[in-house]
Nanobody
């Protein structure tokens, strides 16, 4: 069992920055993938970025060059640095976790990011 708790969301003006954090606890293991999904009002939950325990990153095209995903394995913490924010980035952002050796996926409760114009 893995528990995920997000923090760092809030209200920011277009062009501003936020840094989201996700603290993981429980049976983390040594090989896994963590990421961030965003769900805008009335839309599907979409993948934003992922990072493996080995540091391999991937990004949605819409955030490339603006967002950076990182992790601190020693502290079991995931981050999303969000720069040059746009109103269309407004969404609830969810932390996600999957072991390499199991099928189960885990989700945080979500944190709201609102970008005003």
């Amino acid at each position: 069992q893995v528990q995920l708790v997000e923090s760092g969301g809030g209200l920011v003006q277009a062009g501003g920055s936020l840094r989201l954090s996700c603290a993981a606890s429980g049976s983390i293991g040594s090989t896994n993938v963590m990421g961030w999904y965003g769900q805008a009002p009335g839309k599907q939950r979409e993948l934003v970025a992922t990072i493996t325990s080995g540091g391999i990153r991937s990004y949605a095209d819409s955030v490339k060059g603006r967002f950076t995903i990182s992790r601190d394995n020693a502290k079991n913490t995931l981050f999303l640095q969000m720069n040059s924010l746009k109103p269309e980035d407004t969404a609830v952002y969810y932390c996600w976790f999957r072991h390499m050796w199991a099928r189960n996926e885990y989700w945080g409760q979500g944190t709201q990011v609102t970008v005003s114009s």
